[in-house]
């Protein structure tokens, strides 16, 4: 791409030795993270394998506080470059966000062959690889350089010349430079400056698309269903089985990262729009939120969200937990949500009933499926479309006759309890979806308060489906 990310490039196949990565985690005492930094070492480690590296080692610290120069101090820092000389490691990886000064002593200790990166920036290389369409590109460029500006240095410059070919011992491309290190070796930070200017206006427009996009699907008169949650839950598969479609999935974080829309058809014959979403992880950075913005709308702009959780995750709950939270940054933690339990053929039948019992009692309107085979997916659309349905508003309305399409939607979306014909117009008592009271209110004579109940969907017995 001219001036911009290289999409995809990958460490060549032809490279004698991988990347060997060394990872390294920090533990502040008193703080409460969602996972132990032993299981959020474990999914750094999984990150860097999906990055490509081969991970090699890892240890962690636990402080009282950061130090302000090396993140760990310099009795760690010591015993990480032993680590990293013995074990030949060609990149040392922190679960943590490294400030910039943080980077810069950190690579004065460990020398020129090694590469540091953060948690951040192997999430950003791993976006690098997986944005196949010209959103997604521009949207993990713009995270790129507004995560790289104030770190920019004469070593990054040096380690992005090599990027292409060799970098470090064994060969290896740059890990968390592909893109625009690779193509603008020589940017300083006016250059990029104006490029980030420039990737915001183009993102700009494609946001502005993407409303022009939903204002045509609300016109439709369609409800819209996001589905959400951690990464490798299992979302694309559920897509993919509800809708029968062919969305791209891979036993791996990150698989797909542009939204995918698909029609699918409820039990009583409406029809809903399912929007596939990019993965949820802890830790999601905040330069991702940001630069997402435009597709993370898909999100808040839903009427209901589906949240795929992968039961056979041993931080299942921590993971439901940190969806949670990035909803609630997302404006969208009010939304009607249905818990879709996946990977149920995977549990057996004692742990699956203890199992789906926790959850059940922590997630609202839970429904054990399998979206791989395809179990229980009647039950969770049922669920979806009593939620959608049920949480409807009473209104008292008078279309004009000439408002037949308006008419059609109430029958198709709403329900009509009562309808009158007069000389010029239907007055009509009727329950509608929130979203439409909009493009209701030129017709409105009264809306009546609602409640909406909670939950409204229970687990079902699938053990005849295992």
């Known amino acids: 791409?001219?001036?911009?990310?290289?999409?995809?490039?990958?460490?060549?196949?032809?490279?004698?030795?991988?990347?060997?990565?060394f990872l390294v985690g920090i533990e502040i005492k008193g703080d409460r993270d969602l996972l132990s930094v032993e299981d959020s070492l474990a999914e750094l480690a999984q990150l860097a394998r999906t990055a490509g590296l081969e991970v090699v080692g890892q240890t962690y610290q636990r402080i009282q506080e950061i130090d302000p120069a090396t993140l760990?101090?310099?009795?760690?820092?010591?015993?990480?470059?032993?680590?990293?000389?013995?074990?030949?490691?060609?990149v040392v990886i922190f679960d943590d966000e490294l400030s910039p000064r943080h980077q810069r002593e950190l690579e004065k200790a460990f020398g020129d062959d090694v590469q540091v990166l953060d948690r951040t920036a192997l999430i950003l290389d791993?976006?690098?690889?997986?944005?196949?369409?010209?959103?997604?590109?521009?949207?993990?460029?713009?995270?790129?350089?507004?995560?790289?500006?104030?770190?920019?240095?004469?070593?990054?410059?040096?380690?992005?010349?090599?990027?292409?070919?060799?970098?470090?011992?064994?060969?290896?491309?740059?890990?968390?430079?592909?893109?625009p290190g690779e193509t603008q070796l020589e940017v300083d930070r006016r250059e990029i400056s104006r490029r980030i200017t420039r990737l915001k206006r183009e993102l700009e427009e494609v946001r502005a698309h993407r409303q022009r996009?939903?204002?045509?699907?609300?016109?439709?008169?369609?409800?819209?269903?996001?589905?959400?949650?951690?990464?490798?839950?299992?979302?694309?598969?559920l897509l993919n089985a509800l809708a029968h479609a062919h969305v791209f999935t891979a036993d791996q974080l990150f698989a797909t990262l542009d939204p995918t829309t698909r029609r699918v058809r409820l039990p009583a014959g409406r029809v809903a729009l399912f929007t596939d979403t990019v993965g949820f992880i802890q830790k999601l950075p905040t330069t991702l939120v940001a630069a997402f913005r435009a597709t993370l709308e898909e999100i808040s702009e839903a009427d209901l969200l589906v949240h795929v959780m992968d039961v056979t995750h041993p931080n299942v709950i921590e993971q439901g937990r940190a969806v949670e939270e990035t909803l609630a940054e997302l404006g969208a933690a009010d939304k009607p949500i249905v818990t879709a339990l996946n990977k149920i053929d995977r549990l057996e039948g004692g742990l699956a009933s203890r199992v789906l019992a926790a959850l059940a009692a922590r997630f609202p309107n839970p429904v054990p499926i399998s979206a791989e085979k395809r179990i229980n997916l009647d039950a969770l659309l049922a669920c979806v479309e009593r939620v959608l349905f049920e949480s409807l508003v009473p209104v008292e309305v008078r279309l004009p006759y000439k408002q037949g399409q308006l008419l059609s939607w109430l029958y198709e979306q709403g329900v009509v309890e009562r309808e009158e014909h007069g000389r010029e117009a239907i007055t009509l008592t009727a329950r509608v979806p929130v979203r439409f009271l909009a493009s209701l209110r030129p017709y409105l004579i009264s809306v009546r308060p609602h409640l909406i109940a909670g939950d409204k969907c229970h687990p079902t017995d699938v053990s005849s489906g295992h």
């Open 126 to 179: 791993i976006f690098a690889q997986h944005a196949h369409t010209r959103e997604g590109a521009l949207q993990v460029e713009l995270a790129q350089y507004e995560y790289r500006l104030p770190r920019l240095t004469r070593r990054w410059t040096h380690l992005t010349r090599q990027a292409g070919g060799a970098a470090g011992r064994g060969g290896v491309a740059g890990v968390g430079l592909r893109g």
């Open 213 to 237: 996009y939903r204002t045509q699907r609300r016109r439709a008169a369609l409800p819209i269903v996001a589905i959400v949650g951690y990464t490798n839950a299992g979302k694309s598969t």
């Open 1 to 21: 791409m001219k001036g911009g990310v290289t999409i995809a490039r990958l460490i060549e196949t032809t490279q004698a030795e991988a990347t060997r990565a």
């Open 72 to 90: 760990i101090g310099s009795g760690k820092v010591e015993e990480v470059r032993a680590f990293v000389e013995d074990l030949r490691a060609d």
